[in-house]
C-alpha cells in the first residue's frame, strides 16, 4: 500500500534527525527535497524547520505506522511539553492508500495536512497527482 510520513525537525541537529528517521522506516520508495520552513503555530521565537515527505510501499497499518513514528521521535529524544512546540522530530502518518481513520489519536487523512504548505510542497515532489486533485 503506498503511504505518505511527513518529518519535521526544529532542534539540534535538524538534518541529521531527519535523515536518521528516514534510514530507520521500513519499506521506504521515495524521500522528498528537504525544505526550510518558518514554523506554523506556536510559541513565538521557535527556529526554522526542516520538513520532508517520505513515500512507503508498505503493509503496515496506519497504528502500526503511528508506533513506528512514535518510535522514531522518542529515539530523536522527544520531549512533548506544549502544542505544537519546538521539536527534535515530528513524524506524522499523512495518508495509508485509501483508508480512513478517525480515532482519538490517530486521523487518517491528516486532517491538517491540505492547509500546510511545509507538507504540501514535498509532498508534490513525491505525488503532485494527489496535491493536485486536493487543491
Do not use: K
Not at 44 to 54: K, S
Not at 97 to 108: F, K, N, Q, S
Amino acid at each position: 500500500m503506498r503511504a505518505f510520513l511527513a518529518l519535521g525537525s526544529n532542534l539540534g541537529d535538524r538534518e541529521a534527525f531527519i535523515r536518521q528517521a528516514v534510514a530507520a522506516l521500513p519499506d521506504v520508495v521515495a524521500v522528498s527535497p528537504v525544505y526550510e520552513t518558518d514554523p506554523v503555530g506556536g510559541p513565538t521565537g521557535q527556529g526554522p524547520y526542516l520538513n520532508a515527505v517520505v513515500e512507503l510501499d508498505t503493509d503496515l497499518s496506519p497504528r502500526e505506522l503511528l508506533d513506528w513514528c512514535h518510535r522514531l521521535e522518542d529515539a530523536a529524544g522527544r520531549v512533548r511539553t506544549e502544542r505544537w512546540g519546538p521539536r527534535t522530530l515530528d513524524v506524522d502518518v499523512l495518508l495509508v492508500g485509501d483508508l480512513v481513520v478517525d480515532e482519538p489519536d490517530l486521523t487518517v487523512p491528516h486532517p491538517r495536512m491540505w492547509e500546510r504548505d511545509f507538507v504540501l510542497r514535498p509532498l508534490a515532489d513525491l505525488a503532485p497527482e494527489l496535491v493536485q486533485e486536493n487543491r
